[in-house]
């Protein structure tokens, strides 16, 4: 029984890593990719970590396959964060083609006041 577990953990991981790596080529910004790669690279790769620990025959192996899953849930989301503040104080060229929220400028309190919802939202 534990294998089918291992061996669905194991694929719903790499499954998530092969998206992550889809989206870093198809999206169409940094703040696109660097959203898809940390977000399914987190969940992939602690997928990938406790499939390991259910297999592990040692204790202290199991220990360290769960530190390194605990880490690596704490650390992949804030680098992805920091990219992306970066990234928009450096003002990097964004996707044109959607509205999105910018918090320079724009006034987003008016779009509760029966406006429409591209009211207060600037196309980059």
Same mark, same amino acid.
């Given at each position: ?7 669905? %953990?194991?694929? *719903?991981?790499? @499954? ?5 790596? +889809?989206? =870093? &080529?198809?999206?169409?910004? #940094? ?18 970590? %406790?499939?390991? *620990?259910?297999? @592990? ?5 199991? +220990?360290? =396959? &769960?530190?390194?899953?605990? #880490? ?53």
């Amino acid at each position: 029984m534990i294998e089918w577990i291992t061996g669905g %953990l194991l694929l *719903a991981g790499v @499954a998530l890593m092969l998206l992550a790596a +889809v989206g =870093l &080529l198809r999206l169409p910004d #940094f703040l696109c990719r660097s959203h898809a790669v940390a977000k399914a690279t987190t969940l992939g790769i602690a997928l990938i970590l %406790l499939a390991a *620990a259910l297999r @592990a025959e040692s204790e202290p192996g199991r +220990v360290k =396959l &769960l530190l390194a899953m605990l #880490f690596q849930l704490g650390t992949i989301p804030v680098a992805g964060h920091v990219m992306g503040l970066i990234a928009y104080r450096k003002n990097l060229p964004r996707w044109r083609e959607r509205p999105i929220a910018d918090h320079r400028g724009s006034n987003l309190a008016d779009t509760g006041s029966g406006a429409s919802s591209a009211d207060g939202l600037r196309a980059h």
